[in-house]
C-alpha cells in the first residue's frame, strides 16, 4: 500500500494544476452510457470565439478510418472500438492550441454527464520526462442541452470536492497531493457518489470556474466531414498525428 501510495504521488504530481476533479477511473459504467446525436457537430464559446468545439461520433470517426488502412483491425483495436463506439471524438480548438478528448456520455437519475479523457495536444513541453509520467485520468461535467443549439458543460469543481471531504461529508477512495485530491475509488462507488450529491443540499453544487456555453456553428455533416479530411490527410492539426 506504501508502494501504490508513493507511485501516485510521484507519477500525478503535475496533474493537479486545475480546478477540477480528477479520477483514476471512469464515472460511468456501461448500463449508464446515454449517447445524445444532437451534440454532434461544431460548437463555440458564447464568450470566446476563438475556443471552437468539433464533436464527432467515435463510432464514425473509426469505421471511417478502417476504410483508409490495408491491414485489417487486430483483436486490440476491436476491443477497443467496442469499448469507445459510443463515445465523442471532442477536438477542442483555442488559437494556436489543439486538445483532443475522448468523451463518453452518461446519464444518472435523468441527468447528463460527460466523462472527458485526454487523447492527445500540441502543448509544448520543455521537459519530455514529464510527458512520460503523466497518467491518464477521468474529469466529471454536467451537461445540459438547452436547445438543439446551444448546450452547457460544468466541470465538477475541486474545491466542492475539497469541502466535501474535509468536512467528512464526504467519505470516498482517494489520494491526496498538497492541497488537491484525486479520486480512486471505483466506478460504481463514484456514480453513488454522484446520486447522493444530486440528492443533497449543497448550496450552488454545480458552481465552476471551468464552464463553457456553446452554440452551434456547423451541423453534424458538416464537422464530419471536416473529420474525414483530417483522417485521409487532406486538413492538418499543427503538432497532432491522428495516426
Not at 508502494?3 to 500525478?12: A, G, M, P
Amino acid at each position: 500500500m506504501k508502494t501504490y501510495k508513493s507511485f501516485i504521488v510521484l507519477l500525478l504530481g503535475l496533474l493537479f494544476s486545475s480546478c477540477i476533479v480528477k479520477s483514476l477511473f471512469p464515472f460511468y459504467t456501461e448500463d449508464t452510457i446515454s449517447f445524445e446525436k444532437a451534440f454532434l457537430g461544431t460548437w463555440k464559446d458564447i464568450k470566446d470565439p476563438n475556443n471552437t468545439w468539433i464533436v464527432a461520433s467515435v463510432k464514425e470517426y473509426y469505421d471511417e478510418k478502417r476504410k483508409h488502412e490495408s491491414t485489417p483491425p487486430s483483436p486490440e483495436d476491436i476491443a477497443t472500438y467496442n469499448k469507445e463506439k459510443d463515445a465523442y471524438f471532442i477536438i477542442n480548438e483555442e488559437k494556436d492550441k489543439v486538445a483532443i478528448f475522448s468523451v463518453m456520455p452518461f446519464k444518472i437519475k435523468g441527468q447528463l454527464f460527460l466523462d472527458f479523457t485526454p487523447i492527445t495536444s500540441n502543448c509544448n513541453c520543455n521537459i519530455d520526462l514529464v510527458n512520460y509520467h503523466q497518467v491518464t485520468t477521468h474529469s466529471l461535467v454536467k451537461f445540459d442541452m438547452t436547445d438543439n443549439d446551444s448546450v452547457s458543460v460544468k466541470w465538477f469543481s475541486s474545491e466542492k470536492l475539497q469541502h466535501l471531504i474535509e468536512t467528512h461529508d464526504l467519505n470516498i477512495k482517494h489520494e491526496k497531493f498538497d492541497s488537491e485530491y484525486l479520486l480512486t475509488a471505483s466506478p460504481e462507488e463514484l456514480q453513488k457518489f454522484i446520486k447522493n450529491y444530486m440528492d443533497s443540499d449543497e448550496e450552488d453544487k454545480w458552481k465552476t470556474d471551468v464552464k463553457y456555453d456553446l452554440v452551434r456553428t456547423e451541423n453534424h455533416e458538416k464537422s464530419f466531414e471536416y473529420i474525414k479530411k483530417l483522417i485521409t490527410g487532406m486538413e492538418k492539426l499543427d503538432g497532432i498525428d491522428l495516426n
